[in-house]
Nanobody, 127 residues
Framework: QVVESGGGSVQGGGSLRLSCAAS????????MGWFRQAPGKEREGVAA???????TYADSVKGRFTISQDRAKNTLYLQMDSLTPEDTAMYFC???????????????????????RGQGTQVTVST
C-alpha cells in the first residue's frame, strides 16, 4: 500500500515536497517512483529510485525535481523546485517490480499486475 501527501497549490517558481508512505515493500525486488497525470495528457513517469539510491528522471523535470527515500521509514519523497504551470497534474506514487533501468521502463511497469499505486495528490501551479 502507498499513500501520498504534500500536494497543493503554488505559484510558478515555487516548491513543493511530496511524500509517499509505503508498506510491505521488498526493496530487493521492487523499486519506487512517481508518475503524473494531467487532464488531456499522457501519463508521464517523473522519477524513480532503486534500492541503491540510484535515480532516474524524465527529461522534463531533470535539474528541478529530486527523488529520495528513507527505507527505515518506508517513505519516498519528491522535492519539486522551480515549478511551472506545465507541472500541474495529479501525482502518484508507485511500487513496481525491478530491476530499474530508466524512467520509460518504470512507466511501462506501472501496468504490471504486481505494481501498486496510490490515490494521488494534486499539484497545481499558477502563473
Amino acid at each position: 500500500q502507498v499513500v501520498e501527501s504534500g500536494g497543493g497549490s503554488v505559484q510558478g517558481g515555487g516548491s513543493l515536497r511530496l511524500s509517499c508512505a509505503a508498506s510491505g515493500i521488498t526493496y530487493n525486488i521492487y523499486y519506487m517512483g512517481w508518475f503524473r497525470q494531467a487532464p488531456g495528457k499522457e501519463r508521464e513517469g517523473v522519477a524513480a529510485i532503486d534500492k541503491d539510491d540510484i535515480s532516474t528522471y524524465a527529461d522534463s523535470v531533470k535539474g528541478r525535481f529530486t527523488i529520495s527515500q528513507d527505507r527505515a521509514k518506508n517513505t519516498l519523497y519528491l522535492q519539486m523546485d522551480s515549478l511551472t504551470p506545465e507541472d500541474t497534474a495529479m501525482y502518484f506514487c508507485a511500487i513496481v517490480p525491478g530491476p530499474m533501468t530508466n524512467i520509460m521502463t518504470f512507466t511501462m511497469r506501472l501496468d504490471w499486475p504486481s505494481s501498486i499505486r496510490g490515490q494521488g495528490t494534486q499539484v497545481t501551479v499558477s502563473t
